[in-house]
């Protein structure tokens, strides 16, 4: 079956820019994890989503990060006003029990 | 709060030779161990988990990972390692007494190299 698809795989975009970033979790799977990878930085957790609900948002760097979940499915990542220190790989993750996770390819953001 | 050490960036070894990839943890109740490994252009794999039981796990491509309580360690192993191991290696935890749901904290990555 399909793993998890994240879109587009590549953001280029303009400083004060907002970007919207898709991810398609595995069908099924209940649980879905937004992350950011920067060079040196390891995986940083932003949100976690169980069904349409957020219980822990700790993660999200600012109030110009949002994300929400419809119908258990997909996901939306959503940076308003881009800066340059945005730039990161973003990835998704989709789980069916909050332990193994299956990580999608990552959408690389880049904030010129 | 719960954390993830791993106090290698890099780790070089001769294909052939074992292999340690070092990682620590600190949680407020009992920890659900992970480790996860990312190829060159390819998105992260699970590798292997330890929640209970055996405090030796075995998992994917021969590795395994050893529990250690008292020094709050999950080391990855594996007796021979192979050049395609090469590889950014990361630690992860969950804390068994959750108060925001299921949210897995990674470490920082460890840069295995495997030379002939």
């Known amino acids: 079956g399909a793993g998890v698809s994240q879109s587009p795989s590549n953001k280029v975009t303009e400083k004060g820019k907002d970007v919207e970033l898709r991810c398609d979790p595995i069908?099924?799977?209940?649980?879905l994890y937004w992350y950011r990878q920067s060079l040196g930085q390891g995986l940083e957790f932003l949100i976690y989503f169980q069904g349409n609900s957020a219980p822990d948002k700790s993660g999200l760097p600012s109030d110009r990060f949002s994300a929400e979940r419809t119908g258990g499915s997909v996901s939306t990542l959503t940076i308003q006003r881009t800066q340059q220190e945005d730039s990161a790989v973003y990835l998704c993750?989709?789980?069916?029990?909050?332990?193994?996770?299956?990580f999608g390819s990552g959408t690389q953001l880049s904030v010129l | 709060a719960q954390s993830v050490a791993q106090p290698e960036d890099q780790v070089n070894v001769a294909e052939g030779n074992p292999l340690t990839v070092k990682c620590t943890y600190s949680?407020?109740?009992?920890?659900?161990l992970f480790w996860y490994v990312q190829y060159p252009n390819r998105g992260l794999q699970f590798l292997l988990k330890?929640?209970?039981?055996?405090?030796l796990v075995k998992g994917s491509y021969g590795f395994e990972a050893e529990f250690n309580k008292s020094q709050t360690s999950f080391h990855l192993k594996k007796p021979s390692a192979l050049v395609s191991d090469s590889a950014l290696y990361f630690c992860a935890v969950r804390d068994s007494i959750t108060g925001g749901g299921n949210k897995l904290t990674f470490g920082t990555g460890t840069q295995l190299k495997v030379e002939l």
């Open positions: 330890y929640i209970t039981g055996d405090n």
């Open positions: 993750a989709s789980s069916p029990e909050g332990e193994k996770l299956f």
């Open positions: 949680v407020s109740g009992n920890p659900y």
């Open positions: 069908s099924g799977h209940t649980a």
